[in-house]
């Protein structure tokens, strides 16, 4: 039973922007805080961005100021709005969803290239 959904991955040129979403069941979004993760080919799975039940966010040093993470609570959802993607962005995205119990998503591809 797919528990977290990410979708909005896709290919994009340097500079360009995406928005990626996380579809939760209620059960899990109701009171739990969220992540964005990403992991590179060969890489560890890094974390990138978080905010709480709250709104009370926080980001890696390497996207802040280009990077937004927000949360809808009426439709359980989690967003990373991704702004001036460089290469270096490219990678798996996986959404997180902790508290009690943590729970992942499956990940969406994102691609930077020119």
């Known amino acids: 039973q797919v528990q977290l959904v990410e979708s909005g991955g896709g290919l994009v040129q340097p500079g360009g922007s995406l928005r990626l979403s996380c579809e939760a069941s209620?059960?899990?979004?109701?009171?739990?805080?969220m992540a964005w993760y990403r992991q590179a080919p060969g890489k560890q799975r890094d974390l990138v961005a978080t905010?709480?039940?709250?709104?009370?966010?926080t980001y890696t040093s390497s996207v802040e100021g280009r990077f937004t993470i927000s949360r809808d609570n009426a439709k359980n959802t989690v967003y990373l709005q991704m702004h001036s993607l460089k290469l270096e962005d490219a990678a798996v995205y996986y959404c997180?969803?902790?508290?009690?119990?943590?729970?992942w998503g499956q990940g969406t591809q994102v691609t930077v290239s020119s």
């Open positions: 905010i709480t039940p709250s709104g009370i966010t």
């Open positions: 997180k969803a902790y508290g009690s119990v943590t729970y």
């Open positions: 209620k059960s899990i979004f109701t009171g739990s805080a």
